[in-house]
């Protein structure tokens, strides 16, 4: 990744807590209640959910310029989400040691060339939730141990099918979007092997 242009600073006076105290706990997650004071100095109410895995997402991408996808049943939103592989991965671990698991479990896949494209923070307003994302290459189909509650489908279809698909909404799943969008601007500006990005690029 390119460093850190000087632009990018921090300004004004960061949040401050007065109390907290946990109103909900359970094996995936926290909600904290705070007594903040914010960067004006006024006081505020903020809850946060904090998350007790990371995010991962990962970019399957095939040598023919196709990506795979998963299909499932998600429960938040009460829909049916195309997405990449995705999944967490327990605080301390290294989350590639997470994505190479996803993309087992949930794909049928491993990879023998792993790249960590993209650092994400996950609706930082109310959550901690902070997302890894990977590009994998060199493909080959391994077992699946999908998860007991995920009924999983599996689709492999062309890059440009998959981008088209995410920026018309079709595929809003936040990742997904931001992966896929990450994977053309490598391609664009060269971070892929040639015969790669011109299949990504269509």
Do not use: C
């Not at 040691?97 to 087992?104: I, M, N, P, Q, V």
């Amino acid at each position: 990744m390119s460093d850190k242009p000087a632009w990018l600073k921090s300004h004004g006076t960061p949040w401050s807590v007065r109390s907290e105290k946990i109103v909900y706990d359970n094996p995936w997650i926290t909600v904290t209640e705070y007594q903040a004071t914010a960067p004006t100095g006024r006081p505020a109410l903020y809850g946060k959910i904090g998350f007790k895995n990371q995010a991962i997402g990962i970019v399957p991408l095939h040598d023919d310029g196709t990506v795979t996808l998963i299909g499932q049943n998600r429960f938040s939103l009460a829909n049916y989400s195309w997405e990449l592989p995705e999944g967490g991965a327990p605080m301390g671990e290294d989350p590639l040691d997470g994505a190479k698991r996803e993309l087992a479990e949930e794909a049928g896949l491993e990879a023998s060339d792993w790249r960590l494209i993209l650092r994400l923070e996950l609706s930082n307003s109310v959550t901690d939730e902070r997302g890894y994302g990977y590009l994998a290459l060199g493909l080959t189909p391994t077992q699946t141990e999908p998860d007991e509650t995920e009924d999983l489908a599996v689709v492999r279809v062309p890059f440009t099918e998959a981008l088209d698909a995410a920026v018309a909404g079709h595929m809003p799943d936040a990742l997904t979007v931001a992966l896929l969008l990450r994977v053309h601007h490598m391609a664009v500006r060269g971070e892929l092997p040639s015969d790669l990005a011109r299949l990504v690029l269509g």
